[in-house]
């Protein structure tokens, strides 16, 4: 089958997320909640932006400060259920930092903040993610980091008096944006903790959907490969369900499935594939371009698991 123009199905469908492929999707995807679809009309002046339902791209400076970046978030959900198009409160669960310095340590920390004085934003926890000390959440699956992410995050959250605040968890990633980085080896275990981190909805409430938001200096290359890796990762496990492949083929009939499955693990349709996938998150945020080093390694990075997978 056309691994190409079954990406742009998929992608289309999650974006749109109808009640049909929001259920499919869940099952497919071991339990990842869609809350809605994206408005028909995105609030462009809203930073950072939403490129599938609850998941944000964007710069540092859309981010730095996670308390106003948790209250903008609920803000625009309201915005939203007042227009009838997404009833779900955006909770900041997440943030994916893909611009620490060179040299610093691969980590996971929960984090507080609030509007007290002397705490506005205040370090809880680290976990040491590098080989030999992270070895325990780098091997796990995505469902027991969820838990957790869960069981860490609501342990904090009861701590907060009168909810005057954020709990949410911040991921640390020490890249530059040279072509010469190696950006592939964050891959796995960045895709896992985002999914990990959407399989923690509903948080407090029904009414409560954990949000992730990937940030690099620009929100241009860094965030944007971490971002586009994640997107595929999720397309590669969810399109092993045949019931997933023959929905996308019923939802898109004027599309081409080509049953060649040689030309499907070739280099020319991994290049399609990444070249489609940053096409789209531009789509919903402006000017997205993974230098030229990183594109080369998603692109290689989509060709193993085109290899790995039958379509």
């Not at 990762?233 to 499935?257: C, I, N, T, W």
């Not at 399609?272 to 998603?298: I, S, Y």
Request: glycine residues 6%.
């Amino acid at each position: 089958m056309d691994a190409v123009n079954l990406l742009k199905a998929f992608l289309v469908e999650w974006r749109n997320a109808s009640p049909t492929f929001r259920t499919l999707f869940e099952e497919v995807t071991e339990g990842l909640h869609l809350p809605g679809a994206l408005p028909v009309r995105i609030s462009k002046p809203f930073r950072p932006n939403e490129i599938v339902p609850s998941l944000y791209l964007g710069a540092v400076n859309d981010v730095s400060d996670a308390f106003a970046l948790g209250n903008a978030l609920k803000k625009e959900s309201i915005r939203r259920a007042n227009g009838g198009e997404d009833h779900k409160s955006h909770c900041l669960f997440l943030v994916v930092s893909a611009c620490f310095p060179k040299g610093s340590p691969f980590s996971l920390e929960l984090r507080y903040c609030s509007t007290t004085v002397g705490e506005s934003d205040k370090l809880v926890e680290t976990f040491d993610l590098s080989k030999g000390k992270g070895d325990e959440l780098l091997g796990c699956s995505t469902q027991k980091l969820a838990s957790f992410l869960k069981e860490k995050w609501d342990g904090q959250k009861s701590k907060v008096k009168g909810g005057n605040g954020y709990v949410y968890f911040r991921l640390c990633i020490p890249l530059l944006d040279y072509i010469t980085e190696d950006i592939v080896q964050f891959f796995p275990f960045s895709s896992k903790c985002i999914a990990a981190a959407l399989l923690c909805s509903p948080l407090d409430s029904e009414k409560e959907q954990a949000t992730v938001a990937v940030h690099c200096m620009a929100g241009v290359s860094r965030s944007t490969s971490i971002l586009v890796a994640f997107l595929l990762d999720v397309f590669f496990e969810a399109v092993r369900s045949e019931k997933m492949r023959e929905y996308l083929q019923e939802a898109h009939p004027g599309l081409l499935f080509s049953t060649n499955e040689e030309s499907c693990a070739d280099p020319s349709t991994a290049k399609q594939m990444v070249t489609f996938c940053v096409k789209f998150v531009g789509e919903a945020r402006c000017f997205v371009c993974p230098n030229e080093g990183f594109t080369k390694q998603l692109n290689e990075y989509t060709l193993q698991k085109l290899r790995l997978n039958s379509f």
